[in-house]
T-cell receptor, first 114, second 115 residues
Framework: AQKVTQAQTEISVVEKEDVTLDCVYE???????LFWYKQPPSGELVFLIR??????QNEISGRYSWNFQKSTSSFNFTITASQVVDSAVYFC???????????FGTGTRLQVTL | NAGVTQTPKFRILKIGQSMTLQCAQD?????MYWYRQDPGMGLKLIYY???????DKGEVPNGYNVSRSTTEDFPLRLELAAPSQTSVYFC??????????????FGAGSRLTVL
């Protein structure tokens, strides 16, 4: 059975600290996609990144970076020099089959304070 | 482009009432989805559609119905509302181009309370 785990329920950091959000996706599939979405306090869902299981290169976008390791089933997300605007719930979501249906993890709430 | 538009944004229902959550997208996306998000939880898929006239169940379809008569619209109907259906409902759409997993675009959500 497929399972996505975000073990960190809530993380609090002070602005400018680096923070890593963990995601583990257990599956027997050899080909799959993983997504990260952000849900700020306003409630909407914002797409951050999509990666496929064949690409284990780290991805960097500004202060955001993602590390995907297929051997450990982990797809971790790091925010460098966090800012108050990064405060949100972050969801890891694998694409679990046809029609691009996403299965969402339970999310990690990140609180960045001054 | 408005993207994905959901109405209403808020609604309070009494137990046993029925209602329809509306969802419309203007991006000519072929795939559409309905998710629900319970407090402190991730989103769970209720129903999805890969094109007009085609719908299929997701993880939690009981108590809901959908239809897809046009590419743009994907309404979600709640029959006999129950307190367990108190949730935030998100509609989403994506464009399938056959090259891998699609990026979903979400609406702003509809908060439903059943009392």
């Amino acid at each position: 059975a497929q399972k996505v785990t975000q073990a960190q329920t809530e993380i609090s950091v002070v602005e400018k600290e680096d923070v890593t959000l963990d995601c583990v996706y257990e599956t027997r599939d050899t080909t799959y996609y993983l997504f990260w979405y952000k849900q700020p306090p306003s409630g909407e869902l914002v797409f951050l990144i999509r990666r496929n299981s064949f690409d284990e290169q780290n991805e960097i976008s500004g202060r955001y970076s993602w590390n995907f390791q297929k051997s450990t089933s982990s797809f971790n997300f790091t925010i460098t020099a966090s800012q108050v605007v990064d405060s949100a719930v972050y969801f890891c979501a694998p694409d679990t089959g046809t029609a691009s249906k996403l299965t969402f993890g339970t999310g990690t709430r990140l609180q960045v304070t001054l | 482009n408005a993207g994905v538009t959901q109405t209403p944004k808020f609604r309070i229902l009494k137990i046993g009432q029925s209602m329809t959550l509306q969802c419309a997208q203007d991006m000519n996306h072929n795939y559409m989805y309905w998710y629900r998000q319970d407090p402190g939880m991730g989103l769970k898929l209720i129903y999805y559609s890969v094109g007009a006239g085609i719908t299929d169940k997701g993880e939690v379809p009981n108590g809901y119905n959908v239809s897809r008569s046009t590419t743009e619209d994907f309404p979600l109907r709640l029959e006999l509302a129950a307190p367990s259906q108190t949730s935030v409902y998100f509609c989403a759409s994506s464009l399938n181009q056959g090259s891998g997993a699609n990026v979903l675009t979400f609406g702003a959500g509809s908060r439903l309370t059943v009392l």
